[in-house]
């Protein structure tokens, strides 16, 4: 009779002859169609990696050389097979938003999502994890976006692994979330409103250097069991945001600020008529809370961070509307 596999050990702490001592390096990635995902993938071929490219559903890209592509749930069973092979993952899967009737939540999207990845990692002897958090992360947040974020890390963190978890801000680049649907509300209306006075403070970094800082980790032994916290090299107001997409626009705009005694019954009400409302209660209170980041482990580790927020480009200001018409 054949005798059952038991699971792998993780591998032994890495030396200074790196991380990867084998070939080829090959790194499983999921959430891997998102927004960073795609550009994680991207620095990972161009660092001549291979990729295990997991996500829910597959891209239409499908076929590049170097990546495998795979369609699945990381809560589910059925894609461990695909992390033979794999000398690290990269976690990357997180949601915004939950939609309880279609089964999205917090807890599982962050927490549940982590705890299997760990378990799989663990079992297949994978030592190296790279982990995407957030600022704010806490797991007593009384946020539940930030609280889930918290208590992965702390999954991670106790995990037994060789870790990094990254808690990057408010991430810019062509097709994010962020600036798109400012961009659309500028765009359109010679009146822009702005919750409270707009001072609450952001510190967008851009998409290309979380992908450079992600990737350059799986080799640096010195990011091993660091909290990384990534923002670009400028504080600015939420004010000053709209303020450089109307600029980067060529837009006169006038800002016009709506007292927050106002705007939280407001949101609050629209999330309850609105299966889709612009704002939720939890993101605005993300928002007033600020997203600053302590970049002095990115800049020590990474040399990051180098690009500043202008806005939009103009690349960027003819595709955001086609974009968002698709």
């Known amino acids: 009779m054949e005798r059952e596999k038991k699971p792998r050990r993780p591998r032994k702490k890495p030396t200074e002859q790196g991380l990867f001592p084998e070939t080829p390096k090959k790194v499983l990635v ?5 927004f960073v995902g795609t550009r994680i993938v991207a620095e990972l071929l161009q660092r001549g990696f291979q990729v295990v490219a997991l996500a829910r559903r597959l891209s239409q890209s499908s076929s590049e050389p170097g990546v495998i592509r795979v369609a699945a749930d990381v809560t589910l069973s059925g894609w461990e097979r695909w992390v033979e092979g794999c000398s690290a993952v990269i976690h990357l899967v997180g949601i915004i938003r939950e939609d309880p009737r279609q089964g999205i939540t917090f807890h599982g999207a962050h927490v549940e999502a982590t705890a299997r990845v760990v378990e799989v990692c663990k079992k297949f002897g994978i030592f190296r994890l790279v982990h995407m958090s957030a600022v704010g992360a806490d797991p007593q947040s009384p946020i539940p976006y930030h609280r889930t974020k918290g208590q992965a890390e702390e999954l991670v963190r106790a995990s ?3 870790w990094t978890i990254f808690r990057p801000s408010v991430i810019f680049g062509p097709g994010d979330g962020f600036t798109t649907t400012l961009t659309g509300v500028i765009r359109r209306a010679p009146l822009v409103p702005v919750f409270g006075d707009g001072s609450y ?5 851009a998409v290309e250097e979380v ?10 032994p010195q990011a091993v069991e660091q909290i990384v916290e990534l923002g670009g090299p400028e504080v600015l107001s939420y004010r000053q945001v709209l303020q450089r997409i109307a600029s980067s626009l060529g837009k006169k705009r006038l800002f016009v600020p709506i007292p927050l005694p106002l705007v939280r019954p407001a949101v609050k009400i629209a999330a309850w008529l609105l299966s889709n409302p612009p704002i939720t ?24 961070p180098r690009k500043n927020f202008r806005g939009v480009s103009w690349s960027e200001a003819w595709q955001q509307p086609r974009q968002a018409s698709g």
Request: charged share 15%; proline share 6%; net charge negative.
């Open 281 to 304: 209660p939890d993101e605005l209170a993300m928002l007033l809370a600020g997203s600053t980041a302590d970049i002095r482990v990115a800049q020590k580790l990474f040399d990051l």
């Open 201 to 205: 403070p952001l510190q967008p970094v």
């Open 211 to 220: 992908a450079e800082a992600f990737v350059a980790s799986l080799e640096n």
């Open 160 to 162: 037994g692994l060789a």
């Open 30 to 34: 999921t959430g891997a169609s998102g």
